[in-house]
């Protein structure tokens, strides 16, 4: 593979690092605060539903701009964001519906991000496919490794060095990031891709917004791929962010003990992808994917009547199925996508599948307000079974394909 390639790998594995950290630094922070459960879930809901904006905001900047520098420009914003929490920390000014904002922003930008860095993949890998999936295997070993470590590290850092170092930690991930980007990545000539002449002259710009959308929607594996994606997004994402810290709490423990339980989760999430990397060619993606559900959904069923020992390895478990189903639906999207109009078919994957995001959360949220961690765990395991039924969706082979 390229020197690029190598430069963006890289970028995003400090990025995820960063972010890992960041995920329990900052429910830690709030919930150190005495912001309850029901406020905290509130907060992430916007965090997640603010990423929708994104399908509707980015599209001009991943049509026009160099993918590249979106991707830099996104670093440098998201930096801003972490630092900016820390001067609001250190002022005094800190405050739920603040941190719901930075957050909600920081959402948007992310969203372009894994936008830009997914649709950039294709274009520096050329037609070789097999590279491909190597690569987006290799982005989910990262995000998984980022799960398994960075929560830990995290828990370390807060408990000996305080919130604010953990956050300057991320900020400083995305600074280095963005000059991997500008040093390693060669600028295309030109900075944007023309848009496809039926569009250029006789597309509605509205219309343009909701291409990537209409894409995903007229093609049967990019609608299931995202169906999927997102309701597990809709679970996971309330699991580790909101869940887990707030039982933590409850019991007692410290956030070193969130870092435990969050890497649980890494350790099945890392472990998985190695496995899609170098095994993933080889099984069929549709049974893999239904199998992967049907485990995750079992393990959070049995997740409240287990010791805590026996919930550290439901949590591998739960981790594993998503760790190998991140890369594959990345790149059953990217294979079944037009070259022309993957940018805007990503962008919209990504604002999809967290548009039910804020749903888990309040929902989890008002259980766990009540002081009833089983019924929330359940809760949870009831809506991950609707990825395992859209998962088992009969699938028609276009006719196009056939040929």
Request: proline share 5%.
């Given at each position: 593979m390229k020197t690029s390639i190598y430069a963006l790998l890289s970028a995003q594995l400090l990025s995820i690092l960063g972010s890992a950290v960041a995920a329990v630094a900052i429910p830690w922070l709030l919930l150190t605060a005495e912001v309850g459960p029901q406020k905290l879930a509130w907060v992430f809901a916007v965090q997640s539903g603010a990423a929708v904006?994104?399908?509707?905001?980015?599209?001009?900047?991943?049509?026009?701009?160099?993918?590249?520098?979106?991707?830099?420009?996104?670093d440098v914003l998201l930096a801003t964001a972490s630092f900016g929490l820390i001067a609001l920390y250190l002022s005094h000014a800190l405050h739920p519906a603040t941190v719901a904002a930075i957050l909600a922003c920081s959402a948007i930008i992310s969203s372009l991000s894994s936008a830009a860095?997914?649709?950039?993949?294709?274009?520096?890998?050329?037609?070789?496919?097999?590279?491909?999936?190597?690569?987006n295997g290799l982005i989910g070993t990262f995000h998984n490794f980022g799960d398994l470590a960075g929560p830990l590290l995290g828990g370390v850092i807060i408990a000996t060095l305080g919130n604010v170092t953990a956050l300057a930690i991320d900020g400083a991930t995305f600074v280095i990031s963005g000059l991997l980007l500008w040093w390693f990545l060669p600028q295309r000539k030109g900075a944007a891709l023309p848009a496809p002449a039926s569009e250029a002259t006789e597309e509605p710009a509205k219309a343009a917004y909701?291409?990537?959308l209409l894409a995903i929607v007229h093609d049967p594996m990019l609608r299931r791929v995202t169906l999927v994606s997102g309701v597990v997004n809709m679970v996971i994402s309330p699991l580790l962010v909101l869940f887990?810290?707030?039982?933590?709490?409850?019991?007692?423990?410290?956030?070193?003990?969130v870092g435990v339980l969050f890497s649980c989760f890494g350790v099945g999430a890392f472990l998985a992808s190695l496995l899609y990397t170098w095994r993933g060619a080889k099984l069929a993606p549709l049974p893999s994917l239904a199998a992967s559900m049907l485990l995750a959904v079992l393990s959070l069923a049995?997740?409240?009547?287990?010791?805590q020992l026996g919930a550290?390895?439901?949590?591998?478990?739960?981790?594993?199925?998503v760790g190998y189903t991140g890369p594959l639906e990345q790149t059953l999207m990217q294979n079944h996508s037009p070259a022309n109009q993957i940018g805007r078919i990503m962008l919209a994957y990504s604002a999809c599948r967290t548009v039910s995001v804020p749903v888990g959360f309040l929902v989890v949220g008002?259980?766990?307000?009540?002081?009833?961690?089983?019924a929330a765990a359940l809760t949870l395991a009831g809506l991950l079974s609707l990825a395992l039924l859209a998962s088992m969706m009969p699938y028609a082979v276009p006719k196009e394909a056939m040929r």
């Amino acid at each position: 593979m390229k020197t690029s390639i190598y430069a963006l790998l890289s970028a995003q594995l400090l990025s995820i690092l960063g972010s890992a950290v960041a995920a329990v630094a900052i429910p830690w922070l709030l919930l150190t605060a005495e912001v309850g459960p029901q406020k905290l879930a509130w907060v992430f809901a916007v965090q997640s539903g603010a990423a929708v904006l994104a399908a509707l905001i980015g599209t001009p900047f991943l049509d026009r701009f160099e993918k590249r520098r979106t991707y830099i420009a996104c670093d440098v914003l998201l930096a801003t964001a972490s630092f900016g929490l820390i001067a609001l920390y250190l002022s005094h000014a800190l405050h739920p519906a603040t941190v719901a904002a930075i957050l909600a922003c920081s959402a948007i930008i992310s969203s372009l991000s894994s936008a830009a860095g997914s649709a950039m993949i294709p274009e520096l890998l050329a037609e070789d496919e097999s590279a491909n999936q190597r690569v987006n295997g290799l982005i989910g070993t990262f995000h998984n490794f980022g799960d398994l470590a960075g929560p830990l590290l995290g828990g370390v850092i807060i408990a000996t060095l305080g919130n604010v170092t953990a956050l300057a930690i991320d900020g400083a991930t995305f600074v280095i990031s963005g000059l991997l980007l500008w040093w390693f990545l060669p600028q295309r000539k030109g900075a944007a891709l023309p848009a496809p002449a039926s569009e250029a002259t006789e597309e509605p710009a509205k219309a343009a917004y909701l291409a990537g959308l209409l894409a995903i929607v007229h093609d049967p594996m990019l609608r299931r791929v995202t169906l999927v994606s997102g309701v597990v997004n809709m679970v996971i994402s309330p699991l580790l962010v909101l869940f887990l810290p707030v039982m933590v709490k409850q019991s007692g423990g410290s956030a070193l003990g969130v870092g435990v339980l969050f890497s649980c989760f890494g350790v099945g999430a890392f472990l998985a992808s190695l496995l899609y990397t170098w095994r993933g060619a080889k099984l069929a993606p549709l049974p893999s994917l239904a199998a992967s559900m049907l485990l995750a959904v079992l393990s959070l069923a049995l997740l409240p009547f287990v010791p805590q020992l026996g919930a550290c390895g439901l949590l591998c478990v739960i981790g594993a199925a998503v760790g190998y189903t991140g890369p594959l639906e990345q790149t059953l999207m990217q294979n079944h996508s037009p070259a022309n109009q993957i940018g805007r078919i990503m962008l919209a994957y990504s604002a999809c599948r967290t548009v039910s995001v804020p749903v888990g959360f309040l929902v989890v949220g008002e259980v766990l307000g009540q002081g009833n961690s089983q019924a929330a765990a359940l809760t949870l395991a009831g809506l991950l079974s609707l990825a395992l039924l859209a998962s088992m969706m009969p699938y028609a082979v276009p006719k196009e394909a056939m040929r």
